[in-house]
């Protein structure tokens, strides 16, 4: 029996479809590996009503943000921890492991690819935005005067005497 060129193509095309099938496996998608970690490290800030800047809950939401994703990731700007490592540990510590960063510089160097919505994790439950995030506080100190930020330009540094029950 003679092998036609198409015969032998085709041969080849379904003995490697499953390695390319695989291939697809082996990198982060949205859905399986990277709303995991935005629910654990980007949205309790990044959702409607809190601080960050656009809201991180869907699919979508990240794939439209990707690009400042990879430079504020990239730069290390986010998330925010400015703590010096040597006086942690912190309950609170806002820092992204090398492992978890990586992932997500990965996920869009491959293009943001979304997975398999099946695989989705539940929808993250956040606290009461009026609530104390780690815990409540043992005094919280009100400055006596308003004090005016402004846009641009420096802010002369200010002492204010405070009064406390600290005995």
Request: proline share 11%.
């Amino acid at each position: 029996m003679r092998t036609t060129y198409a015969s032998a193509l085709a041969a080849l095309f379904v003995a490697l479809t499953p390695a390319l099938a695989a291939a697809d496996d082996e990198g982060p998608t949205y859905y399986e590996d990277v709303a995991p970690l935005l629910q654990r490290r980007c949205q309790v800030c990044h959702r409607p009503g809190a601080v960050g800047p656009f809201s991180l809950l869907t699919y979508e939401d990240a794939l439209g943000n990707s690009a400042m994703i990879d430079e504020v990731i990239e730069t290390r700007r986010m998330p925010p921890w400015h703590a010096s490592p040597e006086a942690g540990p912190f309950s609170n510590d806002r820092s992204l492991p090398d492992a978890e960063r990586q992932l997500l510089l990965d996920w869009i160097k491959a293009g943001a690819p979304a997975g398999d919505p099946a695989k989705a994790p539940p929808a993250a439950t956040f606290p009461d935005p009026s609530a104390w995030e780690i815990g409540e506080p043992d005094a919280v100190i009100t400055v006596p005067a308003d004090v005016k930020v402004p846009a641009t330009g420096a802010l002369n540094y200010r002492y204010f005497e405070v009064a406390t029950d600290f005995g």
